[in-house]
């Protein structure tokens, strides 16, 4: 193997030599400047050329050239409707009063819908308008004018006409057309090949059981070819590199024989095992080694033997939005089409968020309407939060050298999901408890066109945001320490002066998670306080942190006497993801999480988990159907299998507060 060099001549990679990458931080517009500049230099920028197709693989191809009519639609004067041809002339002065009789054979032809024109006649009269005599003689009762209820030649299409613009991408009915026009094949640009090489030691495919831990299951290419097809390319997977320069050298050599454009993807930022930049440096030019947006700022942008090598970032999320903005838009130049723009929709942000100063970043968020007001809920912002794309309905972009967004600040969103998707959501925000996860499955069901999207902030948090007015319920299940009941005291406290139905959705369990077999035997509050213990709690303001601090000053054990305190997860399955993970011994959860990750569960205590509704969306139409769905035996019977709940009183109004 040569030894990769610098432009400089030093050594850029090697196994043992090789030349340290630092990211940089280009703008997004200078990165694309750069990176269009140079593949306009390698003349790698214009359109693909075009090739033939049949009718029947057209759909959705780009047409590469004007398409014109090969004959005319109709190619001959046919009869527009059923009844006689006549000539317009005949039924001069014809009325209901004083009718025309027009001889058959001499003066009318039967026709039906679609038939030619019989020679000389020009004009037809609906078998409505017609009344027989005899086999010889009809009456017409109005006049008709020439060429009237006639579908004459080339009404549709004249032969030579243009059917078709070149850049078009084909329709169902733009190949209905075509057919009418005679055209059966179609030169449509050729899809741009796209190679995508995924590298890393740990990756394994998808369906590997058991996965050991450092293993990391490859769907990155798995997205990246789906989205590359919805873009009009054509995605190939090849099998997983090893982090080795020579190994991904050859690979995006290999790839770069038959394909337009080559992904590498991981290895694009700036570690001991990141090599994607110096291979591109060592084959062509490297232009961009690191661009100032988030997530996604290890990109690298270079040419290769005259043709573009893109490196993304190997966490999903940063692979998905730089794919985005880089690959996508190069697939549209090559293909004749404009950059895509997504619509956008107004909204008010229902959370402070910071954002870095020296980068453009991309936040997902949830959206719903509530009253008058769309509102934006920010979703988890981590790179390798793959369900942060799957849960987003659209993003907000934050510039460059902006500390972020207060809440309630107005923003513009980039739709992901069409907006009358959006206007059916129910919007929930409060506390996590895995029946609300059952209730958007069984609304998908029961009532497709409705969603429930529920945001994960706390009992508190939920009731401040319906003081707000930035949800139409909130889970809650806060205990009141002084009288020993749920929810009441809050509500006036946070809701003064709101009209409220408080319903009850369960009563569950709360307890301690901890791993199969219990190994250091924890079952009690008391146990939290042993020093080889750790402690993963709840957020602030959640129901269950009030819970643990009310037991806690019970049984006079302080905070600072509990490991892991401070140390604080957004759900019960978060919780329980941390016991599983080893990182913790215990968290306080209910028994459905604990399940779900197959851990082993010490109830404590029963509480009762509300939903906090404003009467105003408690009598809406959209809210209708979950009423109906907290009142289904087969539902309740689900919730109860999951563990640890109580439904009784499931779907019954509790209080109601004005």
Same mark, same amino acid.
């Given at each position: 193997?040569?030894?990769?060099?610098?432009? +400089?001549?030093?050594?850029?990679?090697?196994?043992?030599?090789?030349?340290?990458?630092?990211?940089?931080?280009?703008?997004?517009?200078?990165?694309?400047?750069?990176?269009?500049?140079?593949?306009?230099?390698?003349?790698?920028?214009?359109?693909?050329?075009?090739?033939?197709?049949?009718?029947?693989?057209?759909?959705?191809?780009?047409?590469?050239?004007?398409?014109?009519?090969?004959?005319?639609?109709? @190619?001959?004067?046919?009869?527009?409707?059923?009844?006689?041809?006549?000539?317009?002339?005949?039924?001069?002065?014809?009325?209901?009063?004083?009718?025309?009789?027009?001889?058959?054979?001499?003066?009318?032809?039967?026709?039906?819908?679609?038939?030619?024109?019989?020679?000389?006649?020009?004009?037809?009269?609906?078998?409505? *308008?017609?009344?027989?005599?005899?086999?010889?003689?009809?009456?017409?009762?109005?006049?008709?004018?020439?060429?009237?209820?006639?579908?004459?030649?080339?009404?549709?299409?004249?032969?030579?006409?243009?059917?078709?613009?070149?850049? *078009?991408?084909?329709?169902?009915?733009?190949?209905?057309?075509?057919?009418?026009?005679?055209?059966?094949?179609?030169?449509?640009?050729?899809?741009?090949?796209?190679?995508?090489?995924?590298?890393?030691?740990?990756?394994?495919?998808?369906?590997?059981?058991?996965?050991?831990?450092?293993?990391?299951?490859?769907?990155?290419?798995?997205?990246?070819?789906?989205?590359?097809?919805?873009?009009?390319?054509?995605?190939?997977?090849?099998?997983?590199?090893?982090?080795?320069?020579?190994?991904?050298?050859?690979?995006?050599?290999?790839?770069?024989?038959?394909?337009?454009?080559?992904?590498?993807?991981?290895?694009?930022?700036?570690?001991?095992?990141?090599?994607?930049?110096?291979?591109?440096?060592?084959?062509?030019?490297?232009?961009?080694?690191?661009?100032?947006?988030?997530?996604? @700022?290890?990109?690298?942008?270079?040419?290769?033997?005259?043709?573009?090598?893109?490196?993304?970032?190997?966490?999903?999320?940063?692979?998905?939005?730089?794919?985005?903005?880089?690959?996508?838009?190069?697939?549209?130049?090559?293909?004749?089409?404009?950059?895509?723009?997504?619509?956008?929709?107004?909204?008010?942000?229902?959370?402070?968020?910071?954002?870095?100063?020296?980068?453009?970043?991309?936040?997902?968020?949830?959206?719903?309407?509530?009253?008058?007001?769309?509102?934006?809920?920010?979703?988890?912002?981590?790179?390798?939060?793959?369900?942060?794309?799957?849960?987003?309905?659209?993003?907000?972009?934050?510039?460059?050298?902006?500390?972020?967004?207060?809440?309630?600040?107005?923003?513009?969103?980039?739709?992901?999901?069409?907006?009358?998707?959006?206007?059916?959501?129910?919007?929930?925000?409060?506390?996590? +408890?895995?029946?609300?996860?059952?209730?958007?499955? *069984?609304?998908?069901?029961?009532?497709?066109?409705?969603?429930?999207?529920?945001?994960?902030?706390?009992?508190?948090?939920?009731?401040?945001?319906?003081?707000?007015?930035?949800? @139409?319920?909130?889970?809650? *299940?806060?205990?009141?320490?002084?009288?020993?009941?749920?929810?009441?005291?809050?509500?006036?406290?946070?809701?003064?002066?709101?009209?409220?139905?408080?319903?009850?959705?369960?009563?569950?369990?709360?307890?301690?998670?901890?791993?199969?077999?219990?190994?250091?035997?924890?079952?009690?509050?008391?146990?939290?306080?042993?020093?080889?213990?750790?402690?993963?709690?709840?957020?602030?303001?959640?129901?269950?942190?009030?819970?643990?601090?009310?037991?806690?000053?019970?049984?006079?054990?302080?905070?600072?006497?509990?490991?892991?305190?401070?140390?604080?997860?957004?759900?019960?399955?978060?919780?329980?993801?941390?016991?599983?993970?080893?990182?913790?011994?215990?968290?306080?959860?209910?028994?459905?999480?604990?399940?779900?990750?197959?851990?082993?569960?010490?109830?404590?205590?029963?509480?009762?988990?509300?939903?906090?509704?404003?009467?105003?969306?408690?009598?809406?139409?959209?809210?209708?159907?979950?009423?109906?769905?907290?009142?289904?035996?087969?539902?309740?019977?689900?919730?109860?299998?999951?563990?640890?709940?109580?439904?009784?009183?499931?779907?019954?109004?509790?209080?109601?507060?004005?």
């Amino acid at each position: 193997m040569n030894t990769p060099r610098s432009h +400089d001549g030093e050594p850029a990679a090697g196994a043992e030599n090789r030349r340290r990458y630092f990211l940089s931080d280009i703008p997004l517009d200078e990165a694309r400047r750069r990176f269009y500049d140079a593949l306009e230099q390698a003349d790698s920028l214009s359109p693909m050329p075009g090739e033939t197709v049949s009718l029947d693989q057209a759909l959705g191809r780009i047409t590469a050239s004007p398409i014109w009519a090969a004959r005319s639609s109709p @190619h001959y004067d046919a009869a527009a409707m059923d009844g006689i041809a006549v000539r317009a002339a005949d039924t001069n002065g014809a009325t209901e009063t004083s009718p025309v009789n027009l001889a058959v054979g001499s003066q009318i032809v039967w026709v039906d819908t679609g038939d030619p024109m019989p020679p000389g006649y020009d004009a037809v009269v609906m078998i409505e *308008h017609v009344h027989r005599i005899d086999e010889q003689t009809v009456q017409v009762m109005a006049p008709v004018a020439p060429w009237q209820h006639v579908r004459t030649l080339g009404e549709d299409l004249v032969a030579t006409e243009l059917v078709l613009p070149e850049n *078009h991408q084909l329709t169902p009915v733009d190949l209905g057309a075509c057919a009418a026009a005679g055209v059966t094949q179609i030169p449509v640009r050729r899809r741009p090949k796209v190679a995508i090489i995924p590298t890393g030691n740990e990756l394994v495919p998808p369906g590997v059981s058991p996965l050991k831990p450092g293993d990391i299951v490859e769907f990155n290419s798995l997205m990246l070819a789906g989205l590359i097809q919805d873009w009009g390319g054509d995605g190939k997977r090849f099998p997983p590199v090893p982090d080795d320069f020579p190994a991904i050298r050859d690979a995006v050599l290999g790839a770069l024989e038959s394909h337009d454009l080559v992904i590498v993807n991981a290895g694009s930022s700036a570690g001991s095992e990141d090599y994607t930049a110096a291979v591109v440096e060592d084959l062509g030019q490297l232009l961009v080694h690191g661009v100032a947006v988030r997530p996604g @700022h290890p990109v690298v942008l270079g040419v290769v033997q005259g043709k573009p090598v893109i490196g993304l970032p190997g966490y999903p999320v940063s692979a998905v939005l730089t794919a985005e903005l880089f690959v996508r838009p190069l697939l549209d130049r090559w293909l004749g089409q404009a950059p895509q723009v997504r619509p956008t929709v107004g909204a008010s942000i229902t959370r402070k968020v910071l954002s870095p100063l020296g980068e453009d970043e991309y936040l997902r968020v949830k959206l719903g309407r509530v009253g008058e007001k769309m509102v934006a809920t920010p979703l988890q912002r981590g790179a390798g939060i793959i369900m942060s794309l799957v849960r987003a309905d659209g993003m907000v972009v934050i510039p460059r050298f902006s500390e972020g967004l207060d809440a309630g600040a107005d923003v513009q969103v980039q739709l992901l999901q069409p907006l009358e998707k959006i206007e059916n959501t129910i919007v929930a925000i409060g506390s996590h +408890d895995l029946t609300l996860d059952l209730l958007a499955s *069984h609304l998908g069901k029961t009532d497709p066109g409705l969603r429930l999207a529920s945001s994960h902030i706390g009992s508190l948090g939920g009731l401040i945001a319906l003081r707000r007015g930035e949800a @139409h319920l909130a889970g809650s *299940h806060l205990l009141d320490e002084v009288t020993g009941e749920y929810n009441l005291s809050y509500i006036r406290r946070y809701l003064p002066g709101v009209p409220v139905v408080l319903v009850n959705l369960v009563g569950r369990v709360q307890g301690l998670m901890v791993p199969p077999g219990n190994p250091k035997s924890i079952h009690t509050l008391e146990d939290l306080t042993r020093p080889e213990i750790s402690f993963v709690n709840r957020q602030r303001g959640s129901g269950t942190r009030v819970l643990l601090d009310y037991k806690l000053n019970e049984l006079n054990i302080g905070p600072e006497q509990v490991s892991g305190y401070r140390r604080e997860e957004y759900s019960h399955l978060a919780v329980a993801a941390a016991v599983k993970a080893g990182s913790a011994d215990t968290g306080l959860g209910i028994l459905s999480a604990a399940r779900a990750l197959e851990l082993d569960f010490a109830p404590l205590m029963d509480e009762r988990y509300d939903l906090v509704i404003p009467r105003i969306h408690y009598q809406s139409d959209l809210l209708q159907p979950l009423w109906a769905l907290l009142n289904d035996t087969t539902f309740k019977q689900e919730v109860q299998a999951m563990g640890g709940y109580h439904t009784e009183d499931m779907g019954k109004i509790v209080a109601e507060l004005d």
